[in-house]
């Protein structure tokens, strides 16, 4: 069965630096590209980006762009989400899922359970 | 940026009726438009892709329609598990791949 597992909730400090993961199983992970969506109360779903984690080729949404950074590690079949200095406007849910099912399906079909992110 | 307007936010419909949902773009997605459902602590779950092509193991009562820049998402006869949160979603041009603001499916 294809699945996604998403790394555990975090509590950071604005200020801090943060990694989270998204690891793929039973299906070809650098087939697909992953993307990472973020929902938040007040914002709903916000697509942030895709990467694609057979070459590490990345997309990003421009109000995300230069705000964090993904990156994949295909040996593992895990892709990463991180920042480099989180704000409190950070806070939020974040969910990878699997994109590009054909050359121009970029919807998602396969969702991780989400990661929890607070920063206070 | 491709602005995706989902009407109405919330809808009140009966078990057993059906129950229409539009998304709206700004400009022309062809039919690289779908649907997602999410229920409240779950992840969203695909249901429609192509515009009208429904997601594997997804109920015969879910279709979507449209082409360009308006799209419906019809329930034929709603069961107690579709009150839920209905997204719509574009994919024609990025970045990004705008989502709609959600419309929220209730039981009257």
């Known amino acids: 069965e294809a699945q996604l597992v998403q790394s555990g909730a975090e509590v950071k400090k604005p200020g801090e630096s943060l990694k989270i993961s998204c690891k793929g199983s039973?299906?070809?992970?650098?087939?697909?590209?992953i993307a990472w969506v973020r929902q938040t109360p007040g914002k709903g779903l916000e697509w942030m980006g895709i990467i694609y984690p057979g070459d590490s080729d990345t997309r990003y949404s421009p109000t995300f762009q230069g705000q964090v950074t993904f990156s994949a590690d295909k040996s593992i079949s895990t892709a990463y989400l991180q920042w480099s200095s989180l704000k409190a406007s950070d806070t939020a849910l974040y969910y990878c899922?699997?994109?590009?099912?054909?050359?121009?399906?970029?919807?998602?079909?396969?969702w991780g359970k989400g990661t929890k992110v607070i920063v206070s | 940026e491709i602005v995706m307007t989902q009407s109405p936010a919330s809808l009140s419909v009966s078990p057993g009726d059906r129950a229409t949902l539009s998304c709206r773009a700004s400009?022309?997605?062809?039919?690289?438009l779908a649907w997602y459902q999410q229920k409240p602590g779950q992840a969203p779950r695909l249901l429609i892709y192509?515009?009208?092509a429904r997601a594997t193991g997804i109920p015969a009562r879910f279709s979507g329609s449209g082409s360009g820049t308006d799209f419906t998402l019809t329930i034929s006869s709603l069961q107690s598990e579709d009150f839920a949160v209905y997204y719509c979603q574009q994919y024609n041009n990025w970045p990004p791949y705008s989502f709609g603001q959600g419309t929220k499916l209730e039981i009257k």
């Open positions: 039973g299906y070809s992970f650098t087939r697909y590209w």
């Open positions: 400009q022309s997605v062809n039919t690289n």
């Open positions: 192509d515009a009208s």
């Open positions: 899922a699997r994109s590009g099912i054909t050359a121009s399906g970029y919807y998602m079909d396969l």
